[in-house]
T-cell receptor, first 109, second 115 residues
Framework: GQNIDQPTEMTATEGAIVQINCTYQ??????LFWYQQHAGEAPTFLSY??LDGLEEKGRFSSFLSRSKGYSYLLLKELQMKDSASYLC??????????WGAGTKLIIKP | DAEITQSPRHKITETGRQVTLACHQT?????MFWYRQDLGHGLRLIHY???????NKGEVSDGYSVSRSNTEDLPLTLESAASSQTSVYFC??????????????FGEGSRLTVL
């Protein structure tokens, strides 16, 4: 079966750095998304990786290793507004999106 | 600005009733999707459409139906609501032609409670 694993919950301190991991076992791979979802709100797009390596976008970076079936989202200089759930999603060989259950990130002052 | 809107945002209904959740987008996207989101699960695809008159079943389509008569709207109908369909429903759209690979733009969600 197809599976995407993310930690259920993580806690970090304001101003610090946090890495949210995502491992996947899917039938093929055609790209990986990260979305942010604040409580009670819709998911919003953060990043898309299809090639190995690091993509940097301001305080957020996303890394992909296709050979290891692994990605991470790196958040720097954490702010209280970064408290949210972070969703990992993989496009499989049939071009269907497979979603992880999400990681709830709690930021403490 | 272009947007995607859902209505109603909150709905309480009884088992066995028919319910329709509306989704309207002004992005002029061909692709539209309906997901449900439940605690402990990732977003699960219910139905999707790649254009007018096109509809496809997702992984959890039983008990749901959609129709696509124009580009802007993809209403989701629960023919006979069941308690297992209590959930938060998200509509989304994307511009990538005939594919799930594009960035998704989500509506604000519709919280449905079936008593």
């Amino acid at each position: 079966g197809q599976n995407i694993d993310q930690p259920t919950e993580m806690t970090a301190t304001e101003g610090a750095i946090v890495q949210i991991n995502c491992t996947y076992q899917t039938s093929g791979f055609n790209g990986l998304f990260w979305y942010q979802q604040h409580a009670g709100e819709a998911p919003t797009f953060l990043s898309y990786n299809v090639l190995d390596g690091l993509e940097e976008k301001g305080r957020f970076s996303s890394f992909l290793s296709r050979s290891k079936g692994y990605s991470y989202l790196l958040l720097k200089e954490l702010q209280m507004k970064d408290s949210a759930s972070y969703l990992c999603a993989v496009i499989d060989s049939n071009y269907q999106l497979i979603w992880g259950a999400g990681t709830k990130l709690i930021i403490k002052p | 600005d272009a947007e995607i809107t859902q209505s109603p945002r909150h709905k309480i209904t009884e088992t066995g009733r028919q319910v329709t959740l509306a989704c309207h987008q002004t992005w002029n996207h061909n692709n539209m999707f309906w997901y449900r989101q439940d605690l402990g699960h990732g977003l699960r695809l219910i139905h999707y459409s790649y254009g007018v008159q096109d509809t496809n079943k997702g992984e959890v389509s039983d008990g749901y139906s959609v129709s696509r008569s124009n580009t802007e709207d993809l209403p989701l109908t629960l023919e006979s609501a069941a308690s297992s369909q209590t959930s938060v429903y998200f509509c989304a759209s994307s511009e990538m032609q005939d594919s799930n690979t594009g960035e998704l733009f989500f509506g604000e969600g519709s919280r449905l409670t079936v008593l």
